[in-house]
Each structure stands twice: as C-alpha cells, then as structure tokens.
C-alpha cells in the first residue's frame, strides 16, 4: 500500500516505514506531524476521490531538522565581463511515515 502526500508544496509517494526529507516544517524532533493525502492506492485499487480524502491524513514523525547540500547558482552574461557566484542551503525536515489511512 502506498499513498502520495502533499506538503511544501511538493508531491511524495510513500509508504508505511518510509523515511523521507521535505521542506521545513515547524515541529521539533519527536513530533508527530499530518500530512495530506492526494492518492491512496493499495494491491486491489485506487482512490483519487476529492470528497473520500478530504479528512484523509497520514501520520509521520519528526526525525531531525537539518540543511541540505549546497547548490551553487552561477550567472553569466558572455562579452560582458559579468558573472556571479551564489551559494544556497535548503532548510529540510527528515520525517518517518508512521501510518497511512485506509483505502475504503
């Protein structure tokens, strides 16, 4: 069974166990967090109903907050002797996926 979630405006097929990174969230280590689901999907079907979903949550865990690696941003405009170089680190979230809801 897995589900895709939506979060940081981002979109994350997971599964129960999974341990995935999404964009910070407000929450220390240990928390429990929802997740809103889009798409529930288990070995005999599927179930993308708006209205069925609409409470639909998936539990997860906070595991640590941390940064990600650091993307290098390089602007260039040629024969113009302009070019710059810019760092950037994204504040992320590890969380646990500790339970789906059920696909009835």
Same mark, same amino acid.
């Given at each position: ?21 999404? #964009?910070?969230? @407000?929450?220390?280590? %240990?928390? $429990? *967090?929802?997740?809103?689901? /889009? ?21 997860? #865990?906070?595991? @640590?907050?941390?940064? %990600?690696? $650091? *993307?290098?941003?390089?602007? /260039? ?28």
């Amino acid at each position: 069974m897995y589900a895709i979630v939506s979060t940081g405006g981002k979109q994350y097929k997971v599964a129960e166990g999974d341990v995935i990174d999404v #964009e910070k969230l @407000e929450a220390e280590p %240990g928390d $429990k *967090v929802e997740l809103d689901v /889009l798409l529930l999907a288990d070995g005999a079907g599927k179930v993308v109903a708006a209205d069925e979903l609409a409470n639909a949550k998936a539990s997860a #865990e906070v595991i @640590e907050q941390f940064r %990600g690696k $650091k *993307v290098l941003v390089f602007k /260039l405009k040629k024969r113009k002797r302009y070019h710059r170089t810019q760092g950037h680190r994204q504040y992320l979230t590890k969380v646990k996926i500790t339970s789906l809801p059920s696909a009835e």
